[in-house]
């Protein structure tokens, strides 16, 4: 088996792999490039044909994109300084936090949210109320104050006070 690298005119390592010898000079397509050689796409690059280290720029870079693809695990519980902490931890230090809580405000918005179940039920005992007994404002009320506060966490932009 043979080691390859495929690349593009910038640089990019797109891809990295192995086949029979007889099989590596058909694994780059048209725009594409290749080399026989073993690299890796996160510590690599390609320059004038060769394969040499990314700065670490060019690997923290890579690393914030790569894990940009796949957001931070929030529960919907945490206080901000946990919350905080997940976003730090999980772009390894990497990014503005709170411009990160910015850009991605609907996602914790969506996690922090109570179920709409809550207000749903609220609705139906609104409806129903002398079978329930209770006519479900309040429930409605503390659910609609609990939005309130998640959308006031949780702004579409900062504000500097």
Known sequence: MAQFTIYNENGEILRIG?????MVDIQAQEGEFMLPVEATL?????VD????DKTQEEFNEYRIVQQSMRKPFVVGTETDKELNQIISNHFYGLVDVVQWRVENYALLRKAFYLSVDNFIDAQVKKKYKKKYGTDGD???EAYLDQCESVKLR???EYKHI
């Open 42 to 46: 996160d510590q690599h690059k390609v």
């Open 18 to 22: 192995s086949c029979p010898e007889s």
């Open 138 to 140: 309040s429930q409605e």
């Open 154 to 156: 949780f702004p579409k």
């Open 49 to 52: 044909g060769q394969v040499v």
